[in-house]
């Protein structure tokens, strides 16, 4: 039994780079220019205190080593009636390409860290690969193929996800910091 101490959990920190790995853009990575839209997701047992849900990063374009500063901040704060349904952010990377069309570029996840302190994450990015026609679409008319059910990114990846044919596209690089209330009292 929980009692009056209910579990709390805090985490700051910022969405500091990216990286790509996305070939066709080799010769025009100065237009470059990547975003995130991320958002959370929590199980049934926790509750949503504080912070954004979801939130963008800005437009930026890339440096020379292929890699986007945001420094961009996160700070959530939730309430646990037990550990079932961690949360987890979902991530979206989209870019303009050159004629200024926002073009998908990947899809991510990471769960928040389960123990307090000072955590580098590293979210591997990937996008579906479509077929030959497909992708020589993408190249030359800047489409990218997308997922029609964002659930296959977390929720039924286990069942769908397996069945696609991905291609990486970069790694978004986070640091954050977690703290844990009352987690040591309920021997968690």
């Known amino acids: 039994m929980l009692g009056?101490?209910?579990?709390?959990?805090r985490a700051r920190g910022e969405f500091r780079s990216c990286t790509s790995s996305y070939p066709r853009y080799i010769i025009s990575y100065s237009?470059?220019?990547p975003l995130t839209h991320r958002y959370l997701e929590w199980g049934k047992s926790w509750s949503f205190l504080a912070g954004d849900e979801t939130s963008q990063t800005q437009y930026a374009a890339l440096d020379d080593d292929g890699c986007q500063l945001w420094n961009h901040p996160i700070d959530v704060h939730f309430a646990a009636a037990s550990m079932q349904g961690w949360p987890r952010i979902v991530m979206q990377v989209w870019e303009l390409?050159?004629?200024g069309r926002s073009v998908l570029s990947g899809y991510g996840?990471?769960?928040l860290?389960?123990?307090?302190?000072?955590h580098e994450l590293e979210i591997r990015c990937w996008r579906p690969s479509g077929s030959l026609m497909e992708e020589l679409q993408s190249f030359f008319l800047g489409t990218s193929s997308c997922l029609v059910d964002e659930?296959?990114?977390f929720g039924n990846a286990w069942e769908k996800r397996s069945q696609l044919?991905?291609?990486s596209s970069g790694t978004i690089k986070m640091n954050i910091h977690v703290l844990l209330r009352f987690f040591n009292e309920q021997k968690v």
């Open 31 to 33: 237009q470059l220019l």
């Open 165 to 167: 044919t991905t291609i």
């Open 109 to 111: 996840f990471t769960h």
């Open 4 to 9: 009056s101490r209910i579990l709390m959990f």
């Open 97 to 99: 390409d050159e004629y």
């Open 151 to 153: 659930q296959v990114i």
């Open 113 to 118: 860290p389960t123990n307090p302190g000072y």
